[in-house]
């Protein structure tokens, strides 16, 4: 099975990444590893 | 233990990273790697790393260790106040899963526990090296189990111990089959094949002391 893979870009400072299911509901719980930024699903798309 | 968070960073200049200068001078991949404390302590470490190159590498801080076919080893001592990467991942205790230096540019794969440590090994990556770009982050449960390193202090060999391991690795000694059996390992290093048999033996018991975990 293949982990669906999200992309990820901080509407606050601009980081972007690719992040796995997992990690999006890490950052969406603590905010942007760069800045600290509140997040919200809206910051991930699928590829 | 958690599950972490794998993290995969690259850095595009070459100045962060002797090796990724290296593989940039030398057109080549470098991705076999190793790390050691060298006594004192205060004098830093040494990386050991593998090249397939006919270029000769002539940098103040990396020597040459051994040649075999197309394969050479060097040794680039680190200073007790370097700075690199993979020095600073160090010092927050990350295991590196993987390190590639290819054209001049560097990617590492390393484990961080949680969010919070993750969070401040970017911030002082970041600050010490701005052109760090963070390019994954995984945090799914593999099927591969967790790894688990071992410190194998390489200073308890000897000079002679180090040569003979290192020989019959390069020559495939330890491969099965066999690509060079031990008469052979011996004349490459100028020495009988029964004192090639009683250093590496030592060798190995060593090694395998740290491996085991045997005091």
Same mark, same amino acid.
């Given at each position: 099975?293949?982990?669906?893979?999200?992309?990820?870009?901080?509407? &606050?400072?601009?980081?972007?990444?690719?992040?796995?299911?997992?990690?999006? +509901?890490?950052?969406?719980?603590?905010?942007?590893?760069?800045?600290?930024?509140?997040?919200?699903?809206?910051?991930?798309?699928?590829? | 233990?958690?599950?972490?968070?794998?993290?995969?960073?690259?850095?595009? &200049?070459?100045?962060?990273? /002797?090796?990724?200068?290296?593989?940039?001078? /030398?057109?080549?991949?470098?991705?076999?790697?190793?790390?050691?404390?060298?006594?004192?302590?205060?004098?830093?470490?040494?990386?050991?790393?593998?090249?397939?190159?006919? %270029?000769?590498?002539?940098?103040?801080?990396?020597?040459?260790?051994? &040649?075999?076919?197309?394969?050479?080893?060097?040794?680039?001592?680190?200073?007790?106040?370097?700075?690199?990467?993979?020095? %600073?991942?160090?010092?927050? !205790?990350?295991?590196?899963?993987?390190?590639?230096? &290819?054209?001049?540019?560097?990617?590492?794969?390393?484990?961080?526990?949680?969010?919070?440590?993750?969070?401040?090994?970017?911030?002082?990556? +970041?600050?010490?090296?701005?052109?760090?770009?963070?390019?994954?982050?995984?945090?799914?449960? /593999?099927?591969?189990?967790?790894?688990?390193?071992?410190?194998?202090?390489?200073?308890?060999? /000897?000079?002679?111990?180090?040569?003979?391991?290192?020989?019959?690795?390069?020559? !495939?000694?330890?491969?099965?089959?066999? +690509?060079?059996?031990?008469?052979?390992?011996?004349?490459?290093? !100028?020495?009988?094949?029964?004192?090639?048999?009683?250093?590496?033996?030592?060798?190995?018991?060593?090694?395998? !002391?740290?491996?085991?975990?045997?005091?």
């Amino acid at each position: 099975m293949t982990e669906e893979t999200f992309e990820f870009e901080c509407p &606050s400072c601009g980081e972007a990444m690719h992040v796995d299911s997992p990690m999006k +509901r890490t950052l969406v719980d603590h905010g942007c590893v760069f800045c600290g930024a509140p997040l919200t699903a809206a910051a991930f798309s699928t590829r | 233990m958690g599950e972490g968070i794998r993290t995969t960073v690259e850095f595009a &200049s070459p100045s962060v990273c /002797t090796l990724a200068s290296v593989s940039e001078e /030398t057109g080549e991949r470098i991705d076999t790697v190793a790390t050691s404390v060298v006594p004192p302590a205060d004098q830093g470490t040494v990386t050991d790393f593998r090249l397939d190159s006919d %270029r000769t590498i002539e940098r103040a801080d990396v020597t040459h260790v051994i &040649s075999y076919e197309r394969t050479d080893v060097y040794r680039l001592r680190h200073g007790a106040e370097s700075a690199c990467p993979c020095t %600073r991942l160090g010092q927050h !205790g990350c295991p590196i899963e993987r390190f590639v230096a &290819s054209d001049g540019e560097l990617r590492i794969v390393f484990h961080a526990t949680d969010y919070d440590q993750l969070e401040t090994i970017v911030a002082d990556l +970041r600050e010490e090296f701005s052109d760090l770009d963070v390019v994954r982050l995984v945090r799914s449960p /593999t099927d591969r189990p967790a790894p688990r390193q071992v410190f194998v202090d390489r200073s308890k060999l /000897t000079e002679r111990q180090l040569e003979v391991l290192e020989t019959a690795y390069l020559m !495939g000694y330890f491969e099965h089959p066999k +690509r060079a059996n031990a008469t052979e390992v011996a004349a490459e290093i !100028g020495i009988t094949r029964s004192t090639f048999a009683e250093h590496l033996a030592a060798a190995q018991g060593k090694v395998l !002391g740290d491996v085991l975990d045997d005091p």
